[in-house]
């Protein structure tokens, strides 16, 4: 059994900052990779940001220069530090990793960006 728990979310002005973190139990094996997701209120959920376990990342091109996501993978831990919020951001956000067979999905952290 793997549980991802995300924690972070909150409510914050346009232009300020908010750090995402995620905790991985339960698994035997390092994921292959994790990342984040977001889908806000009408919308499809998209991806925002994904790391593997040699540290390659990739953004989307809406939080590129802006969101850095990084990951302790002794801990199967990763995080999303966002900053120059927008209230476009406004979401909730998913943590996300890819074991060898299975994707798991964390129950996800609403952040709010009030203009």
């Known amino acids: 059994q793997v549980q991802l728990v995300e924690s972070g979310g909150g409510l914050v002005q346009a232009g300020e900052s908010l750090r995402l973190s995620c905790a991985a139990s339960?698994?035997?094996?390092?994921?292959?990779?994790m990342g984040w997701y977001r889908q806000a209120p009408g919308k499809e959920r998209e991806l925002v940001a994904t790391?593997?376990?040699?540290?390659?990342?990739n953004y989307a091109n809406s939080v590129k220069g802006r969101f850095t996501i990084s990951r302790e993978n002794a801990k199967n831990a990763v995080y999303l530090q966002m900053s120059s919020l927008k209230p476009e951001d406004t979401a909730v956000y998913y943590c996300?990793?890819?074991?060898?067979?299975?994707?798991?999905w964390g129950q996800g952290t609403q952040v709010t960006v009030s203009s």
């Open positions: 339960g698994s035997i094996f390092s994921f292959i990779a």
């Open positions: 790391i593997t376990s040699g540290g390659s990342t």
């Open positions: 996300n990793a890819k074991g060898m067979y299975t994707n798991y």
